[in-house]
């Protein structure tokens, strides 16, 4: 067995080092298009310190790392790298405390994004960050990318809810940055450094997040439109208004084709769709939920909505919400892969996103469908394509950062919530500026000289 691999196994134990055929579920993310490399080994700590131990194994062999969550990613950024160590967080599970006269959960980076959410029901508080993969997504992912999800309208990001973190940095030396507390300036902020930063800077163990009370039980209503600019100056209204909804999401008729094909073949459950133009899903959770609704639902119908359909009781708001949920897997169908953006523009912008996509489209000959968080101006074009066709496969990538480039002309930004990963690497320079990104850069190796921490990623 080659030392490393000794050394790795006696650190963590042979059930915790997985070579050859045993790599293969853990080589890649969700994103179609992106490279994936033949690792040397997956290692499966199962605490901070073991973490610190294959950190330094790893440092002292000079071989490359790439920290894992649940692989949910959707930027090819935990995708294996040649020759590289992936060190998989999956072992790392545990709730380590609930405190609620803090309000704040302390966890392991493992630990699944619903089960903290759940923990914090149980403790009749909330964790309010819910990426569309909260299922199977981890703690320690969602702040690697800084993860979004449907109620960021009202509570804001991932970034918004850690408090302290406990991290290993590249030569395996374990630290602890930022505060338990509501406030906190000493220092310089590291946890706003290492949230979002891919695993390029450290890899975080712990975290220590706030919650909140819990919220009113939310209601919804879905509404049709006979046209996307009829949605979105319904939208406008929406954010503007002192009702302002805890979730506004948007589905253009591509995607509404696409779910209803979905659920027509019988491949997700749910009702049929109605044909329509675009369609908005809007929710409060707000004392006054219900009420909120009914004020929602006279302003989409003041905006020209053709069907309006409200729900009170929390299965009929969840099954409202379900079909956006049905979003990447339907769009996924259409052609086999697809390359999904997470641009964000000002909100003031997303006309012109969605008459450029629909320009874009036509003048490269691809359909190009849009959906997703329409009250944060965070959307996300989706490229259906033919993975097995040469030519489909460059008429996509090139539409994919067509979109990207319109998105910053726009004033907008490449990634919402994704991540930049491998998939949009080619975006990066042209987003940051050369100062900026080489100011990044510099960053990058203050904490990680050598450059063994994901490399090839972010920047
Ligand atoms: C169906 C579907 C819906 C989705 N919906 C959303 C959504 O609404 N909002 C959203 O933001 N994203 C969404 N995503 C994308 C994805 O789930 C998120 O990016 C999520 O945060 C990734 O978590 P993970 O644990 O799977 O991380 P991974 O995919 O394993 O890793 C993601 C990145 O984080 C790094 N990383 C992982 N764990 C650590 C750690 N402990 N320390 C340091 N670095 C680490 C990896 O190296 C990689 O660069 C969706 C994905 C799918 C498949």
């Given at each position: 067995m080659p030392q490393p691999l000794t050394d790795l196994v006696a650190a963590v134990?042979?059930?915790a080092v997985l070579t050859g055929d045993a790599t293969l579920p853990y080589r890649?993310?969700?994103?179609?298009g992106t490279p994936v490399g033949d690792p040397l080994a997956v290692a499966l700590p199962s605490s901070t310190e073991e973490v610190a131990a294959v950190v330094r194994i790893c440092a002292e062999h000079a071989l490359t790392m790439v920290p894992q969550g649940?692989?949910?990613?959707?930027?090819?950024?935990a995708n294996a790298i040649d020759g590289a160590v992936l060190i998989c967080?999956?072992?790392?599970?545990?709730?380590?405390e609930l405190d609620a006269v803090d309000q704040v959960a302390r966890v392991e980076a493992g630990v699944l994004t619903i089960d903290l959410a759940r923990a914090a029901t149980d403790a009749g508080l909330f964790y309010p960050?819910?990426?569309?993969s909260w299922e199977i997504s981890t703690i320690g992912g969602n702040i690697a990318t800084n993860a979004g999800g449907m109620r960021c309208l009202k509570y804001g990001v991932t970034r918004d809810f850690v408090r302290e973190l406990t991290a290993v940095l590249a030569d395996g030396e374990i630290v602890r940055v930022g505060?338990?507390?509501?406030?906190g300036v000493a220092g310089l902020d590291l946890v706003g450094l290492l949230v979002g930063s891919e695993g390029t800077l450290g890899i975080v163990t712990e975290a220590t997040v706030a919650l909140l009370p819990a919220p009113a039980p939310s209601a919804g209503l879905s509404a049709a439109f006979p046209s996307a600019a009829a949605a979105l100056a319904a939208a406008d209204a929406l954010v503007a208004?002192?009702?302002?909804?805890s979730v506004l999401e948007f589905l253009d008729a591509g995607c509404i084709a696409a779910i209803d094909a979905l659920i027509a073949r019988g491949d997700a459950p749910g009702p049929r769709l109605p044909v329509a133009e675009a369609l908005l899903l809007v929710q409060s959770d707000a004392a006054d939920a219900v009420g909120d609704v009914r004020h929602y639902a006279a302003i989409a119908a003041a905006h020209g909505a053709t069907l309006v359909e409200t729900a009170d009781d929390p299965e009929r708001v969840d099954a409202l919400m379900d079909v956006r949920r049905l979003l990447h897997p339907a769009l996924r169908a259409i052609r086999g892969a697809s390359l999904n953006e997470d641009v964000s523009v000002p909100r003031s912008q997303l006309p012109a996103l969605l008459e450029g996509i629909a320009a874009l489209g036509e003048e490269l000959g691809i359909t190009i469908v849009t959906g997703g968080h329409l009250g944060d101006g965070n959307l996300h074009p989706t490229v259906a394509y033919d993975a097995d066709d040469p030519a489909d496969v460059a008429r996509a990538t090139r539409a994919y950062l067509a979109v990207i480039e319109l998105a910053l002309r726009l004033g907008?930004?490449?990634?919402?919530?994704?991540?930049?990963?491998?998939?949009k690497l080619p975006a990066i320079g042209a987003e940051l500026g050369p100062r900026v990104h080489e100011a990044q850069r510099a960053i990058k190796r203050a904490l990680d000289p050598r450059g063994l921490l994901n490399p090839g990623r972010k920047y």
């Open positions: 134990g042979a059930d890649r993310d969700h994103a179609d649940a692989r949910s990613g959707l930027a090819g950024g967080l999956e072992r790392m599970r545990r709730v380590l960050p819910d990426p569309g505060h338990r507390t509501v406030k208004d002192a009702r302002r909804p907008g930004t490449a990634s919402g919530e994704h991540g930049i990963g491998s998939l």
